[in-house]
């Protein structure tokens, strides 16, 4: 069986070496500092102080309240040394279960241990740990409370076979499921509703665009939880809407009603608590019914009368935030605000008033209703929270969280990212401020947010010494004069000293010097009066004046906005000791680091430190409650594609570990071209797998979202065509010859030209030498010609000369 006792045992005694040893080697010894005359009181100064109750001890100057070590080198025996120390005490802890439905329903664990009981001295510290697990298939009961006002009829319709399909994908998640439903519109009263006596039978009446319409009512409880879902598609479809005056609902109410009345409603003892709030509108808060003349406030019961409506509605105010948190705690019910995405902000804004709620976006229309209860379901599942019921206020705690990475994390109570079956652990560390009255019994639960499992702490105070079990009344030790207890004699009124052997009024010069801390220096500090070798501290109004001397009071300490430590220590001889949690002069910084982290689980977003409990960004340009935000920052455009990529493409590292819609709640605007005009947004790209560039504009809304403006689609260059490419080089390679052979013909031709040119000029030359040259005699050809006659049997031959 697994117990933290052994573990927390040992580090409680090595802590209380150290602060020995610290202690000793130098400064204030917190232990002899005070003027301490029991060994009660000596307890309560500080955990490491120990009070000897030898009798032969303490004699002179020494003190019997010192720390453990000095009171053995002093020659204390062990026996007589009073040193209570805190621990824990395991009471029961039964093994973590692995499945939620099935024969073993009844019996499933998922906090270990389940009981333990802390034996705590005031100001020491004990631990303690503590594991949680989110069992597989765990039963889950889920009741739809609807706003039927006029604005919500869309909606209405879009849901009206919402059962079966809810059905089918929540057997998915677990095999035992069951649905119920409810609706709501606004108290049926001026000034929230029409209350003439013709709206009263049909508000809708004189309304054109929908004349007809039920009577406004507060709350109705229309099905019980069941697991006939074509139930609810029955019920459903019988709805009509309803209208109401003002603009905000009044469906605060309606959660309220929905939480507290368990019979009516029919919520599992063993099962998951889901309440789904649809609405398109604010709603009324604690105080608006005033306006209507309701001052009674609401009294957080359940007022359903035997039609299944709000009974109480014109009877009492709307319930504040706090009750309805207290509620919603009391009865394990996670609360899932389904708006529209201009009201995410307001009701982002209740979910930090009201533990175990989350906010998703509702389509006008309410069709994605469905992923949006998938998405909430996952997110749910998705981390554990601890919450503390019945906190005393005398009692400090501390958490350190150690989730699926094994990492500490101090001042952290919650694990995200989880997968169902996950085990995370987590370390408590507890400290009494004070002693309770005497006969008080003390406890305090921590439970999962949601969780019907829960550990049970109770409290014991070690503010008691052993030794006043002995004490004896008129003791000869105290002159007859006194109680002899724990080594020292608490006298009878009127008489003092170690032995009662002075009565007060008794003075001189003897005495006076016991009364002075140094020579020189005042008696009693000037702040008291010496009597029989002691200081009487006066009293003052601002607070007590102690020590040996009247040197230490508890309210000269330092303040922080008027107040002494800051309300969050204890002041000590000038000095502030702060409760755990705490550091700092005046103890106003806070440990505490849960409100430093981000939403992905890192410190002030990896932009900063944690100090005092509150996000320092170091990053430039960064800022934020946790430094979430900063579009200059380098890893801004980094942090923003995967949000890109899981919200639009359903792809990338946020897509497949049901965080998106967790992690990623910036507003997402697609257009078909980007706009680089405004200077406060950056312009971020990437390539994608596809060798594509996606293009998206970061920049921070007024309303405190940050705005994503995006292309539709990523920006692709095709690849070049193989044929193309083939003819555009063998054209390529035909032009270029052609052009060559063009070339060379143009040369050719020129070259042909000059050279005929030349020739003729030359021959032309030649014809004009020759006519001009008087040598010269044009050459004479003579022709001889033969002719033949034959002429009347005659032959004649001739030539011509």
């Given at each position: ?750 070259h042909d030209r000059r050279e005929f040119a030349r020739f003729q000029s030359a021959r032309s030359r030649a014809r004009y030498e020759m006519a001009s040259n008087p040598l010269y005699k044009q050459p004479v050809s003579t022709h001889f010609v033969e002719t033949d006659f034959n002429m009347f049997g005659k032959s004649y031959n001739g030539g011509v000369h």
């Amino acid at each position: 069986m697994w117990s933290a006792a052994p573990w927390t045992r040992r580090a409680a005694l090595c802590c209380v070496l150290l602060q020995t040893l610290v202690h000793s080697s130098g400064g204030l010894n917190m232990c002899m500092s005070g003027s301490t005359t029991s060994c009660e009181e000596c307890l309560l100064i500080h955990p490491n102080c120990a009070w000897c109750s030898q009798q032969d001890f303490g004699r002179g100057w020494m003190s019997r309240c010192d720390f453990f070590t000095n009171l053995l080198k002093r020659g204390c025996e062990n026996r007589f040394i009073e040193f209570p120390s805190s621990r824990t005490s395991i009471l029961e802890s039964r093994p973590l279960s692995s499945k939620g439905s099935g024969w073993t329903q009844y019996d499933v664990v998922q906090i270990m241990p389940q009981k333990i009981s802390l034996s705590l001295r005031p100001g020491g510290q004990t631990w303690f740990g503590l594991q949680v697990r989110q069992v597989e298939d765990y039963p889950v009961d889920l009741y739809y409370l609807m706003d039927l006002s006029l604005s919500m009829k869309d909606d209405l319709d879009t849901i009206r076979n919402l059962g079966t399909k809810l059905a089918l994908e929540m057997g998915k998640l677990t095999s035992n499921f069951r649905l119920g439903f409810g609706s709501f519109v606004d108290k049926n009263m001026s000034p929230f509703s029409y209350t003439a006596d013709k709206y009263q039978e049909n508000p809708c009446n004189g309304y054109k665009l929908f004349p007809n319409c039920v009577p406004t009512f507060g709350f109705r409880h229309i099905l019980s939880l069941t697991d006939k879902v074509d139930r609810f598609n029955e019920e459903v479809q019988k709805q009509m809407v309803s209208r109401n005056r003002d603009a905000p609902e009044g469906g605060f109410d309606a959660i309220l009603q929905a939480a507290v009345c368990k019979e009516e409603i029919g919520w599992r003892k063993e099962a998951y608590h889901l309440l789904v709030f649809a609405t398109d509108d604010v709603p009324h808060l604690a105080l608006d019914g005033r306006l209507g003349g309701l001052v009674q406030p609401h009294d957080g019961r359940c007022h359903l009368n035997d039609k299944n409506e709000y009974s109480a509605s014109t009877q009492m105010d709307y319930p504040s935030l706090a009750l309805l948190g207290e509620k919603l705690a009391e009865n394990n019910i996670f609360l899932i605000f389904a708006v529209t995405k201009r009201l995410y902000v307001i009701y982002k804004d209740f979910t930090a008033l009201i533990p175990g709620t989350t906010v998703e976006i509702l389509d006008q229309d309410s069709k994605n209703v469905i992923q949006l209860i998938i998405t909430a379901y996952n997110n749910i599942r998705s981390k554990v929270e601890l919450s503390v019921w019945d906190h005393p206020e005398d009692l400090s705690l501390s958490f350190t969280a150690t989730c699926q990475d094994g990492q500490p994390l101090p001042g952290l109570r919650k694990c995200a990212d989880l997968k169902i079956g996950d085990t995370v652990s987590f370390n408590v560390s507890v400290e009494a401020r004070s002693c309770p009255p005497r006969g008080t019994d003390q406890s305090f639960t921590i439970k999962p947010v949601g969780f019907k499992d829960r550990l049970e702490v109770s409290v014991d105070y070690q503010c008691d010494c052993g030794c006043s079990q002995t004490a004896k009344s008129n003791s000869s030790i105290c002159s007859s004069m006194g109680t002899y207890t724990c080594g020292t004699c608490q006298c009878e009124p009127g008489y003092l000293g170690a032995r009662c052997e002075c009565q007060e009024g008794d003075s001189g010069s003897m005495y006076l010097s016991a009364c002075r801390e140094a020579e020189g220096k005042q008696i009693c500090s000037g702040r008291g009066e010496c009597s029989c070798n002691q200081c009487l501290c006066y009293e003052s109004e601002f607070g007590k004046i102690y020590g040996s001397f009247c040197e230490c009071d508890d309210f000269s300490c330092a303040r922080h906005k008027g107040i002494l430590c800051s309300g969050h220590g204890e002041c000590h001889c000038g000095e502030c000791k702060c409760h755990a949690g705490y550091v700092g002069d005046n103890c106003n910084c806070s440990t505490e680091t849960s409100t430093c982290v981000s939403d992905d689980g890192r410190m002030c977003s990896g932009r900063g430190s944690c100090v005092c409990g509150r996000c320092q960004c170091s990053e430039p340009g960064a800022f934020g409650d946790t430094c979430e935000k900063c579009p200059t920052c380098p890893d801004a455009c980094g942090t923003k594609r995967e949000c890109i990529e899981c919200r639009l493409f359903n792809s990338g590292r946020l897509a497949d570990n049901q965080t998106c819609q967790r992690l990623c709640k910036d507003e997402i605007i697609t257009v078909e071209m980007l706009k680089t005009e405004d200077p406060n947004a950056v312009l971020c790209l990437y390539k994608t797998d596809d060798d594509c560039v996606m293009k998206f504009m970061y920049s921070e809304h007024a309303s405190g979202l940050s705005v994503l403006t995006a292309l539709k689609e990523p920006e692709c260059s095709r690849g070049p065509d193989a044929l193309m490419v083939l003819l555009a080089v063998v054209g390529s390679i035909l032009l270029v010859g052609v052009v060559l052979l063009a070339v060379w013909k143009l040369v050719i031709t020129i070259h042909d030209r000059r050279e005929f040119a030349r020739f003729q000029s030359a021959r032309s030359r030649a014809r004009y030498e020759m006519a001009s040259n008087p040598l010269y005699k044009q050459p004479v050809s003579t022709h001889f010609v033969e002719t033949d006659f034959n002429m009347f049997g005659k032959s004649y031959n001739g030539g011509v000369h």
